[in-house]
């Protein structure tokens, strides 16, 4: 389980689907009985104290009207597609369940920035710019390759990494039919290798569940 702060308050917690039941009973423990609502994204958890949880549904996993419902659908094996992207690099895979069952992992180098000014510092840049555009050129023709035979077996695309990346990826038009299975979770994974690419698949499969604290009435006086 992996915590932390959230924007706008809060903190993020990531939990293993077969550990959120407990999660919650402990949730229970410290803030009394919730009650639970169906959301968008999954299910609110409101205390009596004023603390809440909202639980995420994962990607690709069905929506629940309950926590049980919940935890059995983030447990149940599903095909997960997975890019990663971050400067050179880049790592295609799908997991069956927990599984990395197709695999590829893609490194081209693409040079650091400079500190040095002038016509130098342009040359340098351009050689970069060109050395990261084939980078993605390369991570397109990969994705092509073994993500877009799988695409009609899988359940979601979970991406990784570099935003920007993954987006000059995906604007592929061979790649439409992974597009529209991208989650909107991007995970924060560093520079892709294939033991970044198998710890994604437990990131993926992840409850995430934002967790607010009751507010701390202002002393009086």
């Not at 629940?64 to 992207?85: C, E, K, T």
């Not at 342009?122 to 990261?132: K, S």
Request: glycine fraction near 10%; proline fraction near 7%.
């Amino acid at each position: 389980m992996s915590s932390r702060p959230a924007a706008g308050g809060g903190r993020w917690v990531e939990v293993d689907p077969g550990r959120v039941a407990r999660w919650v009973e402990g949730f229970a423990d410290r803030h009394g009985p919730p009650t639970s609502t169906v959301q968008e994204y999954g299910l609110l958890l409101a205390a009596p104290d004023g603390a809440t949880a909202e639980l995420h549904t994962p990607p690709g996993a069905s929506r629940a009207s309950d926590v049980p419902g919940l935890v059995a659908a983030a447990a149940a094996p599903r095909r997960i597609g997975l890019l990663l992207a971050r400067k050179g690099a880049v790592a295609v895979g799908v997991a069956a369940g927990e599984e990395l069952v197709v695999s590829k992992v893609d490194t081209r180098y693409v040079q650091g920035r400079t500190a040095a000014g002038g016509w130098s510092q342009q040359r340098f840049a351009r050689r970069r710019d060109n050395q990261a555009k084939a980078a993605l050129g390369d991570a397109t023709e990969l994705a092509v390759r073994l993500l877009l035979p799988e695409a009609s077996t899988l359940a979601t695309l979970v991406c990784g990494g570099d935003r920007r990346a993954v987006d000059i990826v995906l604007e592929d038009r061979r790649l439409a039919p992974l597009a529209a299975l991208r989650a909107e979770r991007l995970l924060d994974v560093p520079e892709p290798r294939h033991a970044v690419l198998v710890g994604a698949i437990a990131a993926a499969r992840a409850v995430r569940i934002l967790v607010r604290d009751p507010e701390v009435p202002a002393s009086a006086g």
